[in-house]
């Protein structure tokens, strides 16, 4: 039997959350770049389903891979880490 790989988790901020039981979430990470060799911010965003509509706009938040639920929404919130004052 062949074993199943972990699922990706990434934490970030809620950018959104304007839209019924879905967030957008904004993941930044440092990335050197190639020929100059500083370090840059680049963020991604990605749509997470938020079955209770707990969180807010500012909440830091960590999010899970799961299986397609909508065109563009293929993450899910595990949990709020932080919430925003």
Do not use: Q
Not at 17 to 34: E, L, Q, S
Not at 55 to 70: A, Q
């Amino acid at each position: 039997m062949e074993k199943r790989n972990l699922r990706k988790e990434k934490t970030g901020v809620v950018l959104s959350n304007k839209m019924d039981k879905t967030i957008t979430v904004a993941v930044a990470r440092r990335v050197k770049h190639p020929i100059y060799g500083k370090f840059i911010n680049r963020t991604s965003k990605f749509f997470a389903h938020d079955a209770e509509n707990t969180c807010n706009e500012g909440d830091r938040v960590r999010i899970m891979e799961s299986r397609p639920l909508s065109k563009n929404k293929t993450w899910r919130l595990v949990e709020v880490i932080e919430r925003v004052k």
